[in-house]
């Protein structure tokens, strides 16, 4: 597979992140596809950073493995990235900032020394204009015309005229003086692929899904790498009529989130493990109540605080296990930006079709990192139905029973304002009319009785809920050597491992479990069943999906690739353990 | 025997509201929570709202089960967390009447700090709380405005921690009807709550509300013998350092009524999303707003 990948690695403050999006862009907007990886760190100046972005005319899933194009900002990035340079790599760098000396620089890459600094003075005496020549640079050294960054800057300093005057001289001048040079890259791609594509992280592929799904109501606290949801729609909130609550805090936003939905609106609230575990007593009110909520849960390494910037899939035996008591719950673990905006769409229907708590688990990786979509991935024409309807069945001679048993387990939803319908929805167990069987009567024999009802009738939806959802997908040749098993954002390196473990005659395939809890156990059972071998590929140390698929099926997965050092998979390593297990190369 | 009661009435003859539920309260005989729901319901009738546009929340605690005796709407949630689902509520759909009910422990121990942003907040709720001074339903212990030396079930040396200033807290938290009734006024009580409801802003009754089982020092007599109302006293209810000072009263003499009041644009008033009227009327989705993925280009 032809793909670029450009890195650039500085100090927090040095303006890197904007750096790797015009990275990005100057390719979706000529058609290619790209994948984005921010990796920084839990402060604001200082530090080391660095963004790379990966570029190929096929679809691409991950950041992908090594880099072509280096764009270092300081010495640390040369030291720290030098080794990942491919055959053919550049060192774009500034001298008069810092020396490259020879020994920094592998075999088969160039250092390109590029005076950034003096030639960004030209037009301002701001430091900051360094990263217009340094990109001029890079554009030219990856084969994208001028005038696509020209572009893509004039959409960065829109509101910023005399800004965007100089940064387009400076990214002209840097252009020109790496044309002069230098040849272009090896890796450098043609200059037009397909239909341009839309560039978003996992997060905003959340936030859009929640407003096209029907949000009206969103509360949440700040916390990474869940904020970005809350950013985009508080910016969106306007335009789309939803409102967004800055909590106090994850409980009263939980909470909040409840109250909202409770009154007829569908409602969401989004954290990190952290916050999560604060939310864990109101998650079991949502399904004590039967009070339809989506929860978005973007994990980050733990425990504890742990590494705010880091990723992980640690929090998935806190999700199945979160609150006191049975009740149901739905976990869906989408596994990309596209997956991520159904599956949030599909959150608000499952909560309210069975009026339950639904998590929507996604991790740093996919949430903050960049991907590119196709245009008809995000179908915004979904309508929600309104909630306002006369439940049924109603009345009966017995008055409206909010909590009535039904075959399904979902009972008609009253919401406040209808008239003759009043009901208390109550965190203690009740009856059908959602009077309390908690206190007077605890115990007694009718009590007793209809407790035990009451418990099956909400642990019923879980049947429902398997029925109406899709199995996990097998992706890839039906014929593998090995079968790889994983959720959530795994899908994005090991779809683009099982490319290339084709391309070196060994076939693999995966299996996404797309939506962990309630498990499609009979079709994960069956599809371990008819592997060859199985290799269970998690980012996390006790491998949780594993231990739920073998409580689920009885079935182990021996074989494990489990990381846990922060940092997301690379295809090279999923590729290398498959090497490893299939007999091609020694362990 | 009957587990679920009758179905409640929900609107009554002609001009009377009826909140009355058929669900009979399940206090200890004489508790001071059975004169907060008999004035809460005589303030939502005298008010004549309709029953299914009242929604009243509480958390737990004794008083915190009032929401299963009144025949409107009610969410009975978790102990502290009432105020951010009555929030909830408020903002999805504000042409709802909200009414936060629970005690002490609930309102001033655990769930504090959703109280003191609920106030600054300035959202429209009426919060009333059966203040007696104990944790009734886990039987005895120490609450946050157990008195200083109070012997109870955890504290059996006597407290040693100054009690929450329910009042002076509200006026600096920046609540704009803050009120203090006793059990033992229903009179007196159904007009504050009513005030409140009324009140177009955050308001606060904080009730005496005695805990005939557990506590003993904070009785009915104990009350009696020390309030007094400050519609009798001149107080101006616009002053607020006054209310501060009225608030710092608590010794032979303990003010009751209304200590504040003040008119500011409320939560409600001041989101950009209920502009177009509450939420729960609005459009959901965002069908036909394609031009916004064109931010992603
Ligand atoms: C999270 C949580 N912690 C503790 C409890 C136990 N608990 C129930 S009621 C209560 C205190 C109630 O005191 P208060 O709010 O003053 O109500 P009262 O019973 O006095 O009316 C406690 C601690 C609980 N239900 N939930
Ligand atoms: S224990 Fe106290 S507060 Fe609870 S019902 Fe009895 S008297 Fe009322
Ligand atoms: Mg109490």
New interface residues.
């Given amino acids: 597979m032809k793909d670029i990948l450009l890195r650039a690695g500085g100090a927090a403050g040095d303006g890197i992140a904007s750096v790797g999006e015009v990275f990005c862009?100057i390719f979706?907007?000529n058609g290619f596809y790209v994948f984005g990886h921010n990796a920084y760190q839990s402060v604001i100046r200082g530090g080391h950073v660095w963004f790379q972005a990966r570029a190929s005319p096929d679809r691409i899933w991950s950041q992908g493995d090594g880099c072509d194009i280096l764009y270092a900002l300081d010495r640390a990035t040369v030291d720290f990235h030098a080794s990942s340079l491919r055959e053919g790599g550049i060192i774009v760098y500034d001298p008069e900032k810092f020396s490259v000396p020879p020994e920094a620089v592998p075999s088969g890459v160039k250092a390109l020394p590029v005076p950034t600094l003096e030639l960004a003075r030209k037009f301002s005496p701001q430091s900051i204009l360094q990263n217009a020549v340094g990109m001029g640079a890079c554009a030219y050294l990856a084969g994208v015309p001028l005038d696509t960054l020209d572009g893509v800057l004039a959409d960065q300093f829109r509101k910023k005229k005399d800004v965007l005057e100089q940064n387009l001289g400076a990214a002209k001048l840097g252009y020109e003086y790496a044309q002069g040079k230098s040849p272009a890259s090896n890796h450098a791609l043609p200059v037009k692929g397909g239909a341009?594509k839309?560039?978003?992280s996992g997060n905003?592929a959340i936030a859009?899904g929640a407003?096209?799904?029907?949000?009206?109501?969103l509360?949440q606290y700040p916390m990474t790498p869940a904020t970005s949801i809350m950013h985009w729609l508080a910016d969106?909130?306007?335009?789309?009529?939803?409102?967004?609550?800055q909590?106090?805090?994850e409980?009263?936003?939980i909470?909040?989130?409840?109250?909202?939905?409770?009154?007829?609106?569908?409602?969401m609230t989004a954290t990190s493990g952290g916050g999560f575990s604060l939310m864990v007593?109101?998650l079991g009110?949502a399904g004590m109540?039967e009070t339809p909520l989506v929860v978005v849960e973007a994990q980050r390494s733990g425990p504890s605080t742990g590494l705010p910037t880091k990723t992980e899939q640690g929090d998935l035996n806190m999700m199945l296990g979160a609150s006191q008591g049975d009740f149901p719950r739905v976990i869906l673990g989408p596994g990309s930006a596209q997956e991520a905006f159904r599956a949030t769409v599909r959150a608000f229907e499952l909560a309210e079709e069975w009026q339950t708590p639904v998590l929507l688990a996604t991790d740093l990786y996919l949430s903050e990192d960049m991907h590119s979509v196709d245009?008809e991935e995000?179908p915004?024409?979904?309508?929600?139905s309104s909630?306002?309807t006369v439940p049924e069945p109603t009345n009966g001679s017995?008055?409206?029973k909010r909590y009535l048993f039904t075959p399904s387990g979902v009972s008609p939803r009253a919401?406040?304002?209808?008239?003759?319908?009043?009901?208390?929805?109550?965190?203690?167990e009740h009856?059908?009319?959602g009077?309390?069987?908690s206190?007077?009567?605890a115990g007694?024999p009718?009590?007793i009785e209809?407790r035990r009802k009451m418990m099956e009738k909400r642990m019923r939806k879980l049947q429902g809920v398997l029925a109406t959802t899709e199995p996990p997908k097998l992706e890839g040749p039906a014929a593998a050597e090995v079968t790889l098993v994983g959720w959530g954002s795994t899908a994005l390196p090991v779809r683009d491992a099982m490319g290339i473990l084709a391309t070196k005659g060994v076939p693999v395939n995966y299996l996404n479990v797309h939506q962990p809890f309630p498990l499609h156990a009979e079709s994960v059972a069956k599809a371990l069943r008819a592997a060859k071998r199985t290799m269970l590929v998690e980012q996390n140390y006790t491998g949780q999906l594993g231990r739920l698929i073998r409580a689920e099926t009885g079935i182990d997965l021996p074989v494990k690739l489990l990381k846990y050092d922060g940092e997301p998979l690379y295809p090279w390593e999923i590729v290398g353990k498959v090497l490893e297990v299939t007999g091609h190369v020694p362990s | 025997?009957s587990?679920?009661?009758?179905?409640?009435k929900?609107e009554g003859p002609a001009l009377k509201v009826v909140y009355k539920s058929t669900?009979k309260p399940?206090w200890c005989p004489g508790c001071g929570d059975y004169g907060v729901v008999a004035s809460v319901e005589r303030a939502l009738s005298s008010l004549q709202i309709?029953?299914?546009?009242v929604?009243v929340?509480s958390g737990?605690g004794c008083s915190s089960?009032l929401?299963?005796f009144l025949?409107?709407?009610?969410?009975?949630?978790?102990h502290g967390?009432a105020?951010?689902?009555?929030?909830?509520?408020?903002?999805?759909?504000h042409?709802?009447h909200v009414v936060v009910t629970g005690g002490d422990g609930d309102g001033w121990g655990i769930g504090l700090?959703?109280a003191l942003?609920a106030m600054r907040r300035n959202i429209d709720l009426t919060y009333v709380v059966m203040d007696n001074e104990i944790y009734g339903l886990t039987t005895g212990q120490a609450s946050p405005t157990s008195t200083m030396g109070q012997k109870t079930k955890s504290t059996p040396q006597g407290v040693i921690e100054e009690p929450v200033n329910p009042i002076a807290l509200a006026l600096s938290a920046g609540a704009t009807y803050v009120a203090r009734g006793f059990s033992g006024d229903p009179k007196q009580l159904s007009d504050l709550i009513a005030g409140g409801i009324k009140h177009h802003g955050f308001s606060l009754i904080d009730v005496f509300s005695p805990c005939v089982t557990y506590n003993h020092l904070n009785t009915f007599d104990f009350f009696r013998q020390r309030v007094y109302k400050l519609e009798n006293a001149q107080h101006d209810p616009t002053d607020l350092v006054k209310a501060f000072a009225k608030a710092q009263e608590f010794g032979p003499k303990i003010p009751t009524g209304l200590f504040y009041r003040a008119e500011k644009p409320t939560y409600e008033d001041l989101?950009?999303?209920?502009k177009?009227g509450p939420?729960?009327h609005?459009?959901?989705?965002?069908?036909?707003?394609?031009k916004?993925?064109d931010e992603?280009?």
């Fill in positions: 862009r979706t907007r341009a839309l560039l978003l905003q859009l407003a096209a799904g029907g949000l009206k109501f509360a969106h909130a306007s335009a789309f009529d939803i409102l967004v609550k909590a106090e805090d409980l009263a936003a909470n909040m989130a409840i109250g909202a939905s409770y009154a007829g609106v569908r409602a007593e109101a009110q109540t245009r995000l915004l024409d979904y309508a929600p909630l306002f017995n008055g409206y919401i406040p304002g209808q008239k003759g319908l009043n009901f208390v929805a109550g965190s203690d009856d059908e009319a009077h309390l069987i206190d007077v009567n007694v009718m009590a209809i | 025997m587990l679920a009661s009758a179905p409640p929900t669900t399940t309709p029953t299914h546009d929604v929340v737990i089960n929401p299963h025949s409107s709407y009610g969410f009975h949630g978790l967390r105020m951010p689902v009555a929030e909830g509520v408020k903002l999805a759909n042409g709802l700090g959703h942003h989101e950009p999303a209920l177009e939420l729960v609005q459009k959901a989705g965002i069908r036909g707003k394609d916004v993925l992603f280009v």
